[in-house]
């Protein structure tokens, strides 16, 4: 039975209790995921390799940085000298030099990850599959925390994981987007087994972020009777 990821979206959280809230995930979660930018490829901007260093001084657990931007090979070095244990860039960015770029990261002693927007179809990716570590399904359209989950993205994570299976490949199938009670028993019965936790499954307005790791664990056993 797969063990469930967790990775909380850093840009979910309270920075200005940063130092403790990354203690608290330290302990409770795995992967810790930082969206990078860039106001070009998604209209919001946030977060930096900076802040990825900041992160790295307090983390116990890797932290992947993904590359929301429109020019990833731009950033790259930059988010492997920060910290980032996983460089995750979009497929939609890298289909003129998609080899040169995977092969770029695993350079840098960094794990490769791609990710596919919602609309975004596998065959994008089908060609490089074993070049990866990880693949991110957004399970929303990208750029901003709160959006509605697109139920859509079951059966294009089903599809995945009956790829992942085909070639006797064992990267991570990680889901982004409105993640939480309502949507692990459908993604991880699909084959997901990692999981962005934003707003919608660990960072929620009422509680502490140690009581909400809690929560989350304790809502994933139940919705899917896997034991966390």
Known sequence: MRQPIFAPS???MDITNMRDGIEVMNNT???LHV???DGHFVKNITLSAGFIQAVRSLATIPIEAHLMVEHPNAFIE??????AGYITVHAETIQKDAFRTLRRIKSLSCKRGVCLCPATPLSFIESYLDEVELVTIMTVDPGYAGS????????KVAKLEALRNERG???LIQCD???GKATYAPLYKAGANAFVMGSSGLFFKDGTLAHNSKRMKAEFEAE???KV
């Open 169 to 171: 490949l064992d990267f």
């Open 35 to 37: 969206d990078v930018m």
């Open 177 to 179: 987007g409105a993640i």
């Open 224 to 226: 899917t009777g896997v």
């Open 148 to 155: 509605k989950f697109i139920p859509q993205m079951i059966e």
């Open 78 to 83: 930059d988010m492997a000298a920060a910290g």
């Open 10 to 12: 850093l840009m979910c």
């Open 29 to 31: 979660c795995h992967i």
